[in-house]
């Protein structure tokens, strides 16, 4: 049996877009990953899709289970949203390469708490330390006489916080989008308000 240290899953946990459609519908419950996966049960953490590296939803971890590849069985591959094992192995082999009986995997139950419908890209969560665009504008404005930046910041959080990402990045442009949340979140972290 391959062996390496535990990979633990803090804040993100990163997918395929090919399952997009499954997890937000809820047939794809489960995560099935090679190797040993640390995750906190109860903790919620964001699901970034990959190759776009945009998160898409806030998921809640349900449960972590490890299992020799010998020991998936029919209801496994279902909650992972496959039809039986043979076609989860299939695709857990094209994922990691040859799996062996005693190859051991480590199971990642979720559900989805929040959806993000436009998605949000993940190195704009990394550097506004994993708090939401939304949650950044809406703090912003609550404090906005005590940050007193200037009159476009406030339009575009405004825009933000009222019609979403995307319609701010569609009238702003992303980078003044993405420099204005960072200013934001800056302004605020700087005063204890974050």
């Not at 990642?108 to 949000?120: C, N, Y």
């Not at 009238?171 to 200013?183: D, I, M, S």
Request: no cysteine.
């Amino acid at each position: 049996m391959r062996r390496g240290k535990s990979v633990q899953i803090r804040k993100f946990l990163l997918i395929d877009s090919a399952y997009k459609s499954r997890i937000l519908r809820g047939d794809k419950v489960t995560t099935i990953r090679y190797g040993d996966y640390e995750a906190r049960p109860g903790s919620e953490i964001y699901l970034v899709i990959t190759p776009s590296d945009t998160a898409v939803a806030k998921i809640r971890i349900t449960g972590v289970r490890k299992k020799k590849v010998r020991e998936l069985t029919n209801e496994d591959a279902r909650l992972d949203g496959f039809s039986d094992v043979k076609e989860l192995l299939r695709e857990l082999n094209r994922i990691y390469g040859e799996l062996y009986g005693d190859d051991e995997v480590t199971i990642i139950g979720f559900e989805v708490v929040k959806r993000f419908d436009e998605g949000i890209p993940f190195k704009w969560l990394k550097g506004l330390n994993y708090r939401e665009p939304t949650e950044i504008a809406r703090l912003y404005l609550e404090n906005q006489e005590k940050l007193n930046l200037n009159r476009e910041m406030d339009f575009i959080m405004r825009r933000i916080y009222n019609e979403g990402l995307g319609r701010a990045v569609r009238t702003f442009g992303p980078k003044k989008v993405q420099n204005a949340l960072l200013k934001g979140y800056h302004a605020l972290h700087n005063r204890g308000m974050i």
